[in-house]
């Protein structure tokens, strides 16, 4: 099996060869080997004794090759060819005796039958093969060339002698960026229409386009030759303006957000994998950066490696149980006592070195694995709960809110634990309700259903308007760190504060300030009726056992009334 398997592949290598062949050498080879196979036959049946033998039919040969090659014109003049070769040939060669007309006559019209039968069949072939073939290279939807079609021209454009001015191919991947609202509104049809609409449009770039490509449901690859990179920074830049202008897909006119990526071929031995996994790259840095276009650096290509590699840790740290929790507190401006903790997910990896959550929890949301994480840090987070008491605040992400069985899990793990269920917080993001408002309150009713607390996370950086705090069913706003860094010395920072505030107390929503860092701002805050503050002011993140000892020595400074206690109560602690 292995051989034969070998041994396609080689006949399939030698066929790829010889296709790549100039067209006029390969028709020079084909006509000398049809009259070397002519001249063959002829000589064979006159040293056989002449056309009395069955040797003259050997001449089907050349016309059935003629057949394959060049159809049912080739095939006939190949047969009239060899009838007139073996009309010319005696009966018998030893006694001289002609044919008789009909004798050669008959055998004429036999090689033009069959040849003309064995033409028209590998007509047909060619034909039912060249249709499978553009069917295999055509998006059946939208009836754009799709990616095998890349593959083969951009290979061929490749085979091509690279040239003085450094110019090469250049490939460009466009992607819609929108297209699953629009496929929600519209359907799959408008986004075929759409993709035709935006292949159409760009062929106003230029004579260097050389083609446009359907590779995916979103995705168009288009290929320029000959570029350089400022060219292909100018094309790129017109692309997305000519992508800004409003699109007709269904009749419906619409305006689509592009997102592209871009490679150059700079060496002799780029492959068309390497250049179309090149453009892609640059695109999803581009998503990434949000920005409209990047092209293509090596950095991007390290990065993604070590996002992969990363992944691959965590799953395995995981299993290892590498994570823990560390706890941040909460504390009431108005007594200064402790009121909660935020429960903060931290890797410490096989040599004890704590990983950064910014290194890994970014990735890890935009995979599955924010599922199993989530589990780790809910089941943590009720432990501790029922073990030292309070409240305990929690992140969830997009993926999280969606998730039914993870919200049936929460609720599970509270009852388990016995505590009570105004014992957990989950604070979501204002960027998690963006995504899809309807399904984000409807799991954020359940939440609340079970008891459990709800705050935003981060407000004030995400939704411009307030009028959707009306309908969801949350309990505290945390206002993100950004409106307290300039408390001390601007006077509108503290106005934009206070009216944050004010808007949660008229909610009825308690209110907590994040990233305190100074006296100053804590007591503007306290001013200002803020709820509650957590910051390094007070503490860093810290493990458990070294919470509790915090939390013990600062009950006993909160038991004193002398001034150095006071000072003591709000020291800066530096971060991480």
Request: glycine share 8%; charged share 20%.
């Amino acid at each position: 099996m292995t051989g034969m398997s070998s041994f396609l592949r080689a006949w399939r290598d030698a066929e790829h060869r010889w296709q790549s062949c100039p067209l006029v050498l390969r028709h020079a080879s084909q006509g000398l080997v049809l009259v070397m196979l002519l001249a063959l036959g002829t000589a064979l049946v006159h040293v056989t004794g002449g056309t009395q033998y069955a040797y003259p039919y050997l001449m089907l040969i050349p016309v059935l090759l003629a057949g394959a090659w060049y159809t049912w014109y080739g095939a006939l003049l190949v047969a009239l060819a060899a009838g007139l070769l073996m009309a010319a040939i005696p009966l018998s060669v030893a006694t001289g005796e002609p044919q008789a007309t009909l004798n050669w006559v008959i055998r004429l019209g036999l090689y033009l039958i069959i040849g003309g039968f064995a033409g028209g069949l590998f007509e047909r072939l060619r034909q039912s093969y060249l249709s499978v073939e553009l069917a295999s290279r055509t998006d059946p939807r939208a009836g754009l060339p799709n990616d095998i079609a890349l593959e083969a021209d951009l290979a061929r454009w490749l085979k091509r002698p690279q040239r003085q001015d450094k110019r090469g191919i250049g490939v460009v991947l466009v992607r819609i960026e929108d297209i699953g609202e629009i496929m929600e509104a519209l359907g799959a049809d408008a986004s075929d229409e759409l993709m035709v609409a935006i292949s159409q449009r760009l062929t106003r770039l230029g004579p260097n386009l050389q083609g446009s490509y359907r590779v995916s449901g979103a995705e168009l690859v288009l290929l320029f030759w000959p570029v350089e990179f400022k060219e292909l920074e100018h094309l790129a830049h017109r692309m997305v303006e000519l992508g800004e202008d409003n699109l007709v897909a269904l009749g419906v006119p619409l305006r689509v957000q592009l997102v592209l990526g871009s490679s150059l071929q700079e060496t002799g031995d780029a492959t068309p994998g390497s250049l179309i996994r090149e453009a892609r790259i640059a695109m999803l840095a581009a998503s990434e950066k949000h920005r409209a276009h990047c092209h293509f650096q090596p950095s991007f290509a390290r990065r993604s490696l070590q996002n992969i590699r990363l992944i691959a840790r965590v799953r395995r740290g995981l299993a290892q149980g590498e994570f823990e929790l560390h706890y941040q507190p909460k504390l009431l401006l108005a007594s200064g006592r402790v009121s909660g903790f935020e429960g903060l997910i931290r890797w410490r990896d096989e040599r004890g070195t704590l990983i950064a959550p910014g290194m890994f929890m970014p990735k890890v949301e935009n995979t599955t694995l924010i599922e199993p994480v989530t589990r780790f840090v809910m089941g943590e987070a009720c432990d501790f709960a029922r073990r030292h008491g309070g409240r305990v605040s929690i992140n969830f992400s997009v993926r999280n809110l969606m998730d039914d069985e993870l919200l049936e899990e929460l609720n599970r793990l509270v009852e388990e634990a016995g505590i009570h269920p105004s014992q957990l917080e989950v604070e979501v993001t204002e960027s998690a309700l963006v995504h899809d408002l309807f399904a984000a309150k409807q799991a954020l009713e359940r939440i609340r259903s079970y008891g459990i607390q709800v705050s935003i996370d981060d407000f004030g950086t995400g939704f411009s308007s307030f009028e959707y705090l009306r309908h969801l069913p949350i309990t505290g706003l945390k206002i993100d760190r950004a409106f307290v860094e300039g408390l001390e010395k601007d006077e509108r920072a503290r106005k934009l504060m206070a009216c944050l505030i004010e808007v949660g107390h008229a909610f009825d929503l308690e209110v907590t300030a994040e990233g305190v860092e100074t006296q100053g701002q804590h007591l503007i805050l306290q001013e200002l009726g803020c709820d509650q503050a957590q910051g390094f002011l007070y503490s860093k993140a810290l493990p458990v056992d070294e919470l509790l000892a915090w939390h013990h020595e600062r009950e006993q400074l909160l038991r004193q009334d002398d001034s150095l206690a006071t000072r003591q109560l709000y020291r800066n602690v530096p971060p991480c």
